[in-house]
């Protein structure tokens, strides 16, 4: 398995995190299962090679989109392929889907509509673009170029919200709501309001969402305990760790850190 990350250019940094690529060949012809977890920003995902089933909570499988948006999600999702795959991803800021393409984060939460149907016919040209790139960095440089025209058409400036969604996601989900608000000079509704259309959820579930991020991101700690993990993190006490760790991975923590759990094998690369 291949899984490795690229920083944007530092004119797209505002609105993308990174670029991500995952690819793996199924020597055994095992199905390979991957699973993605709640999350508070957005991703557009291109599938270059293979294509994935997602597993419907009825246990039924439905064909899942070749390029779309990932949208800021508080669920876990299960898919399955039984072919050798790849797949490049562009980790986003929530407030891009609004700044750069026009629509509310909030129309996008917990939804996973394919490029066509997120873009039209924009969204056609630029997955078959992708698809015929010949690499990596071609396919980088595709949809940087893309992500500028975007900037140039119609960013929405609020740099006050925009910094204030920043605040949350570098404090690990810690700042407090309060002090934000007042430092964006709004008033608790305005603010309120503001921050749910551009991240997509209300600050409280949002800072839930990154504050499980900052738990995730102590896998391979051996040097930590669950306990340890969930204290540093901001949990009051381990069963608020385990029921929000559950409800936003499917998973105990134990089996999470254990590195027994599905879709995981990328983060031991």
Request: hydrophobic residues 40%; aromatic residues 14%; contains cysteine.
């Amino acid at each position: 398995m291949k899984y490795f990350t690229v920083l944007p250019p530092a004119d797209l940094a505002r609105y993308v995190r990174f670029f991500w690529v995952l690819e793996h060949n199924l020597a055994d012809r095992e199905p390979y299962f991957h699973r993605t977890m709640a999350d508070g920003c957005a991703e557009m995902v291109f599938h270059f090679k293979g294509r994935f089933d997602e597993i419907l909570k009825t246990d039924e499988q439905e064909l899942s989109f070749r390029s779309g948006i990932h949208g800021q999600s508080q669920s876990f999702r299960r898919f399955r392929i039984g072919e050798d795959f790849g797949i490049l991803g562009v980790y986003l800021y929530p407030f891009a889907i609004p700044a750069l393409f026009g629509v509310p984060a909030t129309e996008l939460s917990n939804q996973m509509p394919d490029l066509t149907t997120f873009l039209g016919q924009a969204g056609t040209e630029l997955e078959e673009r992708v698809m015929l790139a010949a690499d990596h960095p071609q396919r980088i440089h595709i949809i940087a170029e893309f992500l500028r025209k975007c900037i140039r058409s119609r960013e929405v400036s609020e740099p006050a919200v925009f910094s204030v969604i920043g605040s949350v996601i570098r404090s690990n989900g810690l700042a407090k709501i309060p002090d934000l608000a007042a430092q964006s000079f709004l008033s608790t509704r305005q603010f309120e309001r503001k921050f749910l259309a551009f991240s997509g959820f209300t600050p409280k579930l949002f800072s839930r969402i990154i504050r499980f991020h900052s738990a995730l991101n102590e896998y391979g700690n051996k040097e930590k305990s669950l306990t340890e993990i969930a204290y540093e993190c901001g949990y009051y006490d381990q069963s608020h760790f385990i029921h929000d760790f559950k409800a936003f991975s499917g998973d105990h923590p134990k089996t999470y850190f254990s590195g027994n759990t599905e879709g995981m094998g990328y983060r031991d690369v």
